[in-house]
């Protein structure tokens, strides 16, 4: 039987469609193996930018070394990059045996088995159908990711996604729930909602993200809101989130700038002094806030970018992801004038992003002295230390807790004394044993 491994790249949405195709591998028989000992190599690619689709396309040359070498056998792409630039790739790399879009997962054991596609059209499978595979976890076993929508009607001038993932389509929140409910007695313990905008899921079914949200507070797990449109959060869903003993406090909240001039030209539906208020109100119901920040928009001067230091200096996100402004054929932001000079982008990024650095560090020095409830995931062995997470972190993303303990179980809560921090990473002792439980 043949040996299959695959690389997941871009965002967590894409990490759940790979867990998807490995749930159909599995019922196939396949095993999942290394790179290095496959049989079959399948890259599972994002396009959201430049430097993604760079990312994807040097993954899938890497990997046609090993099958010029007689390592592996077949490589299959599939994926947001030929959903969107198939016929491309068709000519460009003639290296990879098949192309499948990101809706094609299902036709993942049959490529495997021997059928090619290179075919110039993608076809779009039934979303909910697709959604509700089962799907192997690749994350630890106590945290899952739940895609709750696919697409987004957002139209941000910058953004690629409407033209690689289509409209905004909600699931079905019974099968929201029934899939959680599944993931809950399978031992997870952190639910983390994802799509490409949240706060609107059920706008086009007649439902709304409250309403799931009270759904699934029913389980025996603690939810995450990842990517939270600011025009979204409604003073509702701060009340939800903050009143919840399920919904952790936190929320990503992707602000992308504060200039009105800037947020105007992204066809953002939200101004600074709205985005400044809603900081606020989140950080007076005790809700940590990540965001995301850009830099380096077209028209954006010194002046814009001053007045986006100066909201993370003030209202003090703590945490933010900076990145430079990415130049997408096809987005109305391509066509503006004005555009910045990539040595100037990337040295906006290095001042906001020390800035960004400052506050995070500020944030972990106050919590040294006190004692927080961290959920266990691993050993970081150069440390000699357990890793685990307080509820204010995200995975991967927003840094971890390194504690000492006399043992530890993945998976359980443990109470750490935070004794030490640094830029991104808190330090301290276990006092409490495990409870068992995720609270």
């Not at 043949?2 to 396949?30: F, P, W």
Request: hydrophobic fraction near 40%.
């Amino acid at each position: 039987m043949k040996k299959i491994a695959v690389i997941s790249l871009g965002c967590d949405k894409n990490r759940i469609d790979t867990e998807h195709m490995l749930y159909r591998i599995a019922q196939k028989g396949y095993s999942v193996s290394d790179v290095k000992d496959a049989d079959v190599i399948i890259i599972n690619t994002c396009a959201f930018i430049e430097s993604a689709r760079s990312e994807s396309i040097e993954t899938i040359l890497e990997c046609a070394e090993l099958k010029k070498a007689g390592k592996c056998e077949k490589i299959i792409v599939t994926g947001c990059l030929p959903q969107k630039y198939r016929a491309e790739l068709i000519d460009e790399l003639p290296e990879a045996d098949a192309f499948l879009g990101a809706f094609e997962y299902d036709k993942i054991t049959d490529i495997i088995e021997g059928l090619s596609d290179r075919s110039n059209e993608s076809e779009a499978e039934n979303f909910d159908a697709a959604e509700n595979t089962p799907r192997l976890l690749t994350t630890f076993p106590h945290v899952a990711y739940l895609k709750i929508a696919e697409g987004c009607n957002n139209r941000c001038t910058f953004c690629t996604i409407p033209s690689i993932r289509g409209g905004y389509r909600s699931r079905r929140a019974a099968d929201i729930v029934a899939e959680a409910e599944g993931l809950v007695n399978d031992g997870v313990k952190e639910l983390i909602l994802v799509a490409q905008d949240v706060t609107r899921y059920g706008e086009d079914i007649g439902d709304s993200l409250i309403s799931l949200l009270t759904e699934l507070e029913r389980l025996d797990v603690k939810i995450r809101l990842l990517y939270c449109y600011p025009e979204k959060v409604t003073d509702a869903l701060i009340d939800k989130i903050a009143s919840s003993d399920k919904i952790v406090k936190y929320i990503d909240v992707p602000v992308q700038h504060v200039s009105d001039k800037i947020l105007k030209l992204m066809n953002r539906r939200t101004t600074g002094a709205d985005i400044r208020a809603l900081t606020d109100k989140l950080h007076a119901r005790g809700i940590t806030v990540r965001t995301t920040l850009m830099v380096g928009f077209p028209n954006e001067t010194e002046t814009e970018f001053g007045e986006l230091c100066d909201f993370v200096r003030s209202a003090k996100p703590e945490y933010a992801g900076i990145f430079a402004y990415s130049k997408e054929d096809g987005t109305a932001a391509a066509r503006l004038g004005g555009q910045v000079k990539k040595s100037e982008k990337i040295k906006r990024v290095k001042i906001l992003g020390e800035i960004a650095t400052a506050v995070t560090r500020e944030f972990g020095g106050s919590l040294v002295g006190k004692t927080v409830d961290v959920l266990y995931e691993d050993i970081d062995f150069d440390k000699n230390m357990f890793m685990g997470r307080a509820e204010f972190q995200a995975p991967d993303v927003d840094g971890r807790v390194y504690f000492t303990a006399a043992e530890a179980d993945v998976g359980k809560v443990y109470k750490i004394k935070i004794t030490d921090s640094d830029d991104y990473d808190l330090y301290g002792e276990a006092v409490a044993a495990a409870d068992g439980e995720c609270q």
